[in-house]
């Protein structure tokens, strides 16, 4: 299986080169191909397999030969042994055709453990079969990186350096991260806000000096085999639910469009989706999109979703590329527009031919909030903030009343415990296997925002040098 850019620069390119880039050398992202569809008696075999079996089995579709089918099935043990549920991705019933799919069971109780326990495990066995090390810079306003740390702690090939802007993200998530010790992970709490972070990431991914030491890369959700591991619970959920004998609508509470993607290319992949249904807090570019079919951003404003507080939706441009009959030459020429004035619209057939394909709608605060007690009071479930934006889209949207509906469950609600105490009047406890992190010690590097005492610090560090010296050959 090869790869090209959705800029049109780049093709016939190899998964390892997918895997282990940020992004294509022309600025674009890494799409298949070409995607096998399966028929519906292969659907039909799937059908009874519990989540890892279905992930050894689909994986190899996303992902191409490169990577021989035992290693997949090896990688997928691995990084689903870390859940807390033997279903892995359980569903849970909320009303007549109304389905919660629980994607919080992994090791930081948020969706993004799917993700990256997968990509952790592959990407360190690949740099073990190149002998190859990387160095990994992060940065996080919360979810990404505590599920980036799980995933690569005590990783022999990789050294990581995870950003967070210091005070600003919850005190679950801090801890999550600084309690996890582990000798090739270090955590800077950095003086300065998410985007100042994120500016000293990419200003050291391309430092020189740093790439003669080995691989340089960030961990971004725009890696495809993020987007590949995802795909594995939709086809869960619907295999569970009676496709590919029925249709099936999934909701998606969206930020970077890498989740709801994953649900498209399920569906490119030939599993019975209906509508894929996106849920925006009140940084609504996308949902402003699928009304106008322009997209354009606007200054991020806080709410009680912070996961989804995103004015650039980076898997948007997949879409794109797909929508616009793979012309790389045509997404290039939007992204440079969008580059330039933050602005860019498509035509009037364009948006008809997405609409096609998504709904999506946006949910206020205080909405949220009260469809946290809503469904509390009508089942006893409790939502985080993000889920309740899903189901919030389900209620509003009568349409889909007849089609079985699955809302993605993307955190647990103690992640989120004052918008939840305020919902219930109660906050969510924590599940008792992250008991450690109340009581653990907090291990973090306070550093000012500078780019120069950030490069310094991290050339003197001790774990960089001894990756230097163990130095093969850059990739
Ligand atoms: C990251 C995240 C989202 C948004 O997912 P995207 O793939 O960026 O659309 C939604 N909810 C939670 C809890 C998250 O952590």
């Not at 950095?190 to 990431?201: E, L, P, R, T």
């Not at 949902?287 to 995103?310: H, Q, W």
Request: aromatic share 8%; hydrophobic share 40%; with cysteine.
């Amino acid at each position: 299986m090869l790869f090209e850019s959705t800029r049109g620069g780049v093709s016939d390119v190899n998964f390892d080169e997918v895997l282990l880039s940020a992004m294509a050398k022309d600025g674009g992202l890494y799409v298949p191909q070409n995607l096998p569809t399966l028929s519906c008696e292969e659907l039909q075999a799937l059908k009874g397999k519990n989540y890892k079996e279905l992930a050894s089995e689909l994986l190899p579709h996303l992902l191409g030969d490169h990577i021989p089918k035992h290693v997949i099935q090896e990688i997928v043990e691995n990084a689903y042994g870390s859940f807390h549920h033997n279903a892995i991705a359980p569903l849970k019933q909320l009303d007549n055709n109304l389905w919660l799919m629980e994607l919080f069971h992994g090791p930081t109780i948020a969706f993004k453990d799917f993700a990256l326990q997968f990509l952790g495990h592959l990407l360190d066995y690949t740099l073990h079969r190149e002998d190859k090390k990387a160095i990994i810079i992060g940065a996080t306003s919360g979810d990404t990186g505590s599920a980036a740390i799980e995933a690569l702690k005590d990783s022999e090939n990789i050294r990581l350096y995870m950003l967070h802007p210091k005070g600003r993200v919850s005190d679950v998530q801090r801890k999550q991260m600084t309690t996890v010790q582990a000798d090739n992970i270090t955590n800077l709490a950095i003086n300065g806000s998410f985007d100042d972070c994120q500016a000293m990431v990419k200003a050291l991914i391309n430092d020189k000096e740093l790439n003669e030491s080995g691989y340089v890369t960030a961990v971004n959700s725009i890696n495809w085999a993020r987007i590949a591991a995802q795909v594995v619970y939709y086809f869960y959920a619907g295999l569970n639910l009676g496709t590919p004998e029925t249709k099936i609508n999934f909701v998606v509470p969206t930020g970077n469009f890498g989740n709801v993607y994953a649900g498209h290319i399920a569906r490119s992949m030939g599993l019975p989706i209906n509508k894929l249904i996106i849920g925006s807090n009140r940084n609504d570019i996308l949902t402003r999109f699928f009304e106008t079919g322009k997209m354009e951003a606007r200054n991020v404003k806080l709410s009680l979703t912070p996961s989804m507080d995103i004015q650039i939706s980076s898997n948007f441009e997949r879409l794109l590329f797909e929508l616009f009959d793979r012309d790389g030459e045509q997404v290039k020429r939007l992204m440079n527009d969008f580059k330039r004035n933050g602005l860019y619209e498509v035509s009037e057939e364009i948006l008809t031919k997405a609409k096609s394909l998504f709904d999506a709608y946006r949910v206020s605060d205080e909405r949220t909030v009260e469809v946290i007690q809503e469904i509390f009071d009508q089942t006893g479930e409790i939502l985080d903030p993000h889920t309740a934006i899903g189901v919030e889209a389900v209620i509003t949207n009568k349409k889909t009343s007849s089609t079985p509906t699955i809302v993605l469950g993307t955190a647990h609600p103690s992640k989120f415990p004052e918008t939840v105490k305020k919902a219930i009047g109660c906050p969510p406890v924590l599940p008792i296997y992250l008991d450690h992190i109340v009581a653990g010690e907090e291990k973090a590097i306070e550093m000012e925002n500078d780019i120069e005492i950030l490069h310094k610090f991290i050339t003197e560090d001790q774990g960089y040098r001894q990756l230097r010296t163990n130095k093969t050959t850059p990739i």
